[in-house]
C-alpha cells in the first residue's frame, strides 16, 4: 500500500465510450502525475500537475483529459480511444515535483482494453 | 537528458546476494542515481537513491564509484518477493523520471 489508489483496477471500453480514471493520494503530496505503460515499452510520463496546475503535457492526443480538482484528486478523462490505446495507466504523486531528493510514489495502476 | 546503461536481465537464488550494475558515463554533478522497482502487475516502487555517497536503507544499498559514472544497487538477500525490473534513473532537480527497460530479476527457490 503505497497511500496512492487508483480506480477501476480493470476497464474495458469501446472505442466510442467514454469513461474516467480516478487516481487519490493521501500523502499530502503537492504534485501527481499520469503515467502511460504499453506492453514491451517504457513507461510515458503523460502530464503532471503541481497545486492542480498543469505542469507538463506530454504531447498527449486530446482523447485524452486530465483533471486535477485539488492536490489529492486526479482523473483521466477518455473518449473515442483507439486500440493502441490500451495500456496500463499509473498515477504517482511525489511532495515536491522539482526536487530530486522527493521520491514519488505510484498507484497500483488501471489495466484498460480498448476494443 | 543523461542515459543509463542496464543488462536486460540477471538471475539469482534465493537468499544469495544480487548486485545490479548501472552505468551512466554521461552523468552531470547534480544529478541524483535513483532506482526504483516494478514488480508484476503493479506500479513501480521507489528503492533508493543517492548523489555521491554510498547509501543503505531497509530494502537496498546503493554503492556509487567514486567518479558517479556508474552505480550497483546490493540486494543483501534475494526473496521471491524481489523478482522484478530494476530501474536505474537519474534525475536532476526537476520531475521527471526517465523510465528505461530496466533489469528483469529472476530469484530462484
Known amino acids: 500500500e503505497t497511500g496512492v489508489t487508483q480506480t477501476p483496477r480493470h476497464l474495458v471500453m469501446g472505442m466510442t465510450n467514454k469513461k474516467s480514471l480516478k487516481c487519490e493520494q493521501h500523502?499530502?503530496?503537492?504534485?501527481m502525475y499520469w503515467y502511460k505503460q504499453s506492453a514491451k515499452k517504457p513507461l510515458e510520463l503523460m502530464f503532471v500537475?503541481?497545486?492542480?496546475?498543469?505542469?507538463e503535457n506530454n504531447s498527449v492526443p486530446s482523447r485524452f483529459s486530465p483533471e486535477c480538482p485539488n492536490s489529492s484528486h486526479l482523473f483521466l478523462h477518455l473518449h473515442t480511444l483507439q486500440p493502441e490505446d490500451s495500456a496500463l495507466y499509473l498515477c504517482a504523486s511525489s511532495q515536491d515535483p522539482g526536487l530530486a531528493v522527493y521520491e514519488q510514489y505510484f498507484g497500483p495502476g488501471t489495466r484498460l482494453t480498448v476494443t | 537528458d543523461a542515459k543509463t546503461t542496464q543488462p536486460n536481465s540477471m538471475e539469482s537464488n534465493e537468499e544469495e546476494p544480487v548486485h545490479l550494475p548501472c552505468n551512466h558515463s554521461t552523468i552531470s554533478g547534480t544529478d541524483y542515481i535513483h532506482w526504483y522497482r516494478q514488480l508484476p502487475s503493479q506500479g513501480p516502487e521507489y528503492v533508493i537513491h543517492?548523489?555521491?555517497s554510498n547509501v543503505n536503507n531497509r530494502m537496498a544499498s546503493l554503492a556509487i564509484a567514486e567518479d558517479r559514472k556508474s552505480s550497483t544497487l546490493i540486494l543483501h538477500r534475494a526473496t521471491l518477493r524481489d523478482a522484478a525490473v530494476y530501474y536505474c534513473i537519474l534525475r536532476d532537480n526537476d520531475y521527471k523520471l526517465s523510465f528505461g527497460a530496466g533489469t528483469t530479476v529472476t530469484v530462484r527457490a
Open positions: 500523502l499530502g503530496h503537492n504534485a
Open positions: 500537475y503541481n497545486f492542480k496546475e498543469q505542469t
Open positions: 543517492g548523489l555521491t
